[in-house]
């Protein structure tokens, strides 16, 4: 008793513990709360707001750059930032700015299709593996182990270096990469959800195992598979502009942030900075709006998982 | 019933048996799944019908692939990782002269990120919600949303052309030369280390915030034990599960050094894997992916084995 009395951060969280209990309540108003407490949460707006600016910019990048992004201006390469060209210019004398806006582009697609990817796959992996249990899960989580067992970028370059750089290959490699994640973080999910008494109802009252896992249990994982996901968009970035740095994303003239920094790491030496800064802090502010989306999304959904609850 | 160490050890090490067989199988087979085969690959696609059926019979291409496996992994356990159709090169003295690189570089990067992360992220959870705090987690953030290359890049804009203080390329052994060789990983190791030291800050935080609210601290102070010798305790419990982050985290830093030492120009594995990669070596690209993924098995499995071995809460199940 005297405990609780004496410590703030405690009576905090007894607060957290009875809003988790009320989670019964019409969706509506959850919606509501949740709208809330997000917004409560700063830096996730703020996130959010990086992210709105990223989709805008990747949708539009024909109106926003001032220039297309293959325009050669040879007797104009390798100028500093000017008003003109506010990134500078390249080895062919095209505008970094106007390559880095159509950069967008790729960074977007690789950001959304690939936990899409990955969660096609893995989810029902994890449901199926954490609601049977016994062999299946064995065999299941083994796979996804060895799947595991390749360090991400290793096994990245591996698949695209084997099946071809495009577009394509390289979402469809990183969602193979990112599967064994929404696996886990699945099966983690449905075995405690399985447990729970609304599912051993629905199974006494003949609800098929089918049924029971898409409406009794999967909408339990929806927002570990949530947060995961914001995660993976963030790596995802991170990773295909990796490949592209090492020569194997995605081929050129297509400009990708990282096939920029590959090119513009070789003027380092000679002083031409903006050819390799600007891609970087392209990447560096949508990979942060994911993070800070994806931490705000984990306070708010998951509370039990929050450091700062 | 309670666990033994020897008992959890040895259950381990055979799930960690047939994970490797797999591991290996999956990059044998992937190899084998290049359009046209590795025949083509090395003759290109204007090679006659006969060469190619020449080539395929000199490498045993011919045969079943699990044939084809087991040849090559009887020949992986004597130390023989094939011979390079590209350069000729036996694959495994090349790996064997890079492997040292590589882990000194990775190494590099586990010093540098634990150096930072453990005082950051006590100090981060100590002193809850002050500037110390601030700093610790907005380091945890950006930490983690910075490509790595990227920041080897602006390390290299900022100390080979501005300050001239450290070498920004190429390598020297810390094993023929401590001072020398121990320069030029500075550089490489920060780079590496940043998002592991920021992971590690957030996860010891966290875990640091949650041991302090314990009523055992209590109890210890109420002993009359100081605040100093508490806050021992408390972190000896955070720690457990930080060994995990921490040991995985290694792994991950051994597929990140591949980019570090493209960064640096460090002659390790990374370089000769992506050298393989850009001329279609699949020979030794196999060679170089099996023995990354081994080493991370490993690891992995030497971080259960210490997780098991540091909390002993684990045994009674």
């Known amino acids: 008793m005297a405990g609780r009395t004496d410590t703030g951060g405690e009576s905090g969280g007894e607060g957290d513990r009875e809003t988790a209990s009320r989670a019964d309540r ?52 390798l100028e500093g930032p000017s008003l003109e060209n506010p990134m500078g210019t390249d080895r062919y004398g095209r505008d970094v700015f106007s390559r880095v806006v159509f950069g967008a582009r790729v960074a977007f697609q690789v950001a959304v299709l690939t936990p899409l990817v990955a969660m096609v796959v893995g989810v029902p992996i994890g449901l199926l593996a954490g609601y049977y249990g016994g062999l299946l899960d064995d065999a299941l989580m083994r796979v996804m182990d060895s799947i595991f067992a390749f360090p991400t970028i290793l096994l990245g370059l591996t698949l695209v270096a084997v099946f071809g750089q495009s577009l394509t290959n390289i979402v469809l490699a990183l969602g193979v990469v990112f599967i064994p994640q929404f696996a886990r973080i699945t099966r983690g999910s449905a075995l405690s959800v399985a447990e729970e008494n609304h599912v051993k109802v629905a199974r006494s009252l003949g609800a098929s195992d089918a049924r029971i896992l898409a409406l009794h249990v999967f909408p339990f994982c929806l927002s570990a598979i949530l947060v995961q996901a914001t995660i993976t968009a963030a790596l995802a970035i991170i990773l295909e502009s990796s490949l592209s740095f090492l020569g194997v994303g995605v081929p050129p003239p297509r400009p990708s942030w990282g096939g920029m920094l590959r090119v513009g790491k070789g003027f380092v030496s000679s002083g031409e900075w903006w050819y390799s800064v600007f891609p970087g802090l392209a990447i560096v502010f949508s990979v942060l709006g994911f993070n800070l989306l994806g931490d705000g999304l984990r306070s708010v959904l998951d509370p039990r998982t929050d450091p700062d609850r | 019933m309670t666990t033994t160490m020897r008992e959890y050890a040895v259950k381990r090490l055979l799930w960690a048996v047939p994970v490797l067989a797999l591991v290996t199988f999956i990059v044998f087979g992937l190899v084998r799944l290049v359009p046209g085969g590795p025949a083509v690959v090395m003759l290109g696609t204007d090679a006659s019908p006969e060469q190619l059926e020449a080539v395929r019979t000199e490498l045993g291409l011919n045969q079943p692939v699990y044939v084809q496996y087991l040849d090559y992994m009887g020949g992986v356990f004597r130390g023989d990782f094939g011979r390079s159709y590209v350069n000729n090169q036996q694959v495994s003295a090349a790996i064997a002269s890079r492997l040292p690189t590589t882990l000194f570089v990775t190494l590099a990067g586990f010093v540098v990120s634990l150096t930072v992360a453990i005082p950051a992220g006590t100090l981060s959870a100590v002193k809850r919600g002050t500037k110390w705090d601030s700093v610790g987690l907005t380091f945890g953030l950006l930490g983690v949303s910075v490509p790595n290359f990227w920041l080897g890049i602006v390390l290299l804009l900022t100390f080979g ?22 320069r030029y990983l500075i550089l490489p190791g920060v780079t590496l280390g940043t998002a592991m030291a920021a992971i590690v800050t957030r996860m010891l935080r966290s875990e640091l915030l949650e041991e302090l609210q314990g009523d055992y601290l209590d109890a210890i102070r109420m002993k009359g034990v100081s605040e100093t010798r508490t806050l021992v305790h408390a972190m000896k419990n955070a720690f457990i599960p930080v060994v995990t982050v921490i040991g995985m985290q290694f792994g991950y830093l051994l597929g990140g050094s591949i ?25 030794t690209l196999q060679g170089i992916v099996i023995v990354y993924t081994t080493f991370f098995v490993v690891v992995n499995l030497v971080v259960d084995l210490t997780y098991f071995h540091l909390n002993p809460r684990l045994r009674g199940q």
Do not use: K
């Not at chain 1, 707001?49 to 949708?59: M, S, Y």
């Not at chain 2, 390598?171 to 023929?176: A, G, K, Q, R, T």
């Not at chain 2, 030492?261 to 050298?275: A, C, H, K, Q, W």
């Open chain 2, 259 to 283: 980019i570090i030492e493209v960064v640096f120009s460090i002659p390790g594995m990374g370089r000769l894997l992506v050298n393989a990669i850009t001329s279609r070596d699949y020979i």
């Open chain 2, 161 to 182: 052309v501005t300050y001239d203080l450290l070498p920004v390329a190429g390598y020297v052994s810390p094993l023929s030369d401590p001072v020398e060789g121990l």
């Open chain 1, 26 to 77: 019409p969706a509506v108003r959850r919606a509501r709360r949740f709208a809330r407490r997000f917004r409560r949460n700063r830096l996730a707006t703020v996130g959010l707001l990086i992210l709105v600016v990223f989709l805008v910019v990747a949708v539009f990048p024909g109106q926003i750059a001032p220039q297309p992004y293959d325009a050669t201006d040879v007797p104009d390469r």
